[in-house]
């Protein structure tokens, strides 16, 4: 299964140390020409359904036509306000008591690092790689906590790509509750609108795992790629219709089967999301809602992207969450899937299924040896 998360960690690991961290360097982030160059009021979150409005609330937001060229101090308004920038479906909490993410009776020692020879500390690290967010969890405790270029405890910070590691989870809980009867049931079984397509013959497993054998150009630097034209049909007002069209219209790649070559592909992971939507016949956000945000629970609502809001979210990206949320969801994925009260809500093996590695051609390298 595709999960981001598993680079960084093996569940023994989550056991004991949670690590998340939000640096504007690292993920693009679109924004709506609707809302761009306005002065914003507060009113517009309780526009949005958001009970409690995130700060900062910035004034000037980036143009979604100059997504690929923002720089550092743009991307980070813009991943800070991408709430305000697409359409989306809020994620409520729906009064529900917070799970308690209470201080550690010890600090977080200090902690060095060494590169080209020279020795650096973690504010260093904080400041050269546009940090905006950390938080350190052990044992379920915070040992530390940061904010930079003036995030809060109430930012709304978006994922990215992360966002696929979500939605995983969502479909092992889909699976156990028997929404979803297989991994290895063919995608057109939940999406006919994709028979005939190159999509066709691809399992739920394939799209997971990025081994669909579909021809999808996910470079960033390239304003004619798949990835380029799927931002530009997000910034529309008809943005369902727009990715759908482009994710139909996509080809195999010659000679090569479902499942035996590893190739990224966000338009692969929208329709992961899109099984989840059918299989459950509600979106992401109500789905996460429904069976976790308002359970585990969580202290502040989330948003999800949507390309036709209450009816389909983009989940190959788009979730956004506070910080402290960000570390609760990663506390119940390290403890296996379960809720305070000890109920069960993924299949027993699904993290170890989550954070095994395929090896399919393509994805083995110097870089991942492991594939």
Known sequence: MIN????????????????????????FACAADSDAGQTPHLGQCADLELSVCPKPFDADLPLAKDMLTWDQPTRVVGFRNTYRLYPGDVIHTLGAKAYPLTAAPYPLPALRYEMEGQQFALSDYLRRQS????????????????????????????????AKSIVSVLIGM??????????SDPIIDYLPELKSTAWDGVSLKELLQHTSGVAWNENYADPSSHFSTLTECEARASAYPCVLQLVR???????????????????????????????????????????LWSRFAMESDGFWEALARGEVDMGGHGFNATLRDWGRFALFVADGGRLSDGEQLLPSDWILQSTSWTKAKGSVSPATPEG
């Open 174 to 183: 889909a699976l156990k509750e028997g929404l979803i009867h297989s991994l």
């Open 4 to 27: 981001k998360i598993r680079r960084a960690y093996r569940p023994h690991v989550f056991k004991q140390l949670l690590v998340l961290g939000f640096a504007g360097a690292f993920y």
């Open 131 to 162: 940090v905006t967010g950390l938080l350190v969890l052990k044992n379920g405790q915070v040992v530390y906590e940061y904010y930079g270029s003036g995030n809060t405890r109430s930012t709304l910070w978006t994922s990215r790509s992360v």
């Open 249 to 291: 219209s996509v080809n195999r790649q010659r000679g090569v089967r479902p499942g035996e070559v590893w190739s990224y592909n966000t338009g692969g992971a929208w329709l992961v999301g899109r099984v989840l939507e059918v299989a459950s016949h509600m979106t992401i956000a109500h789905f996460l809602e429904t069976r």
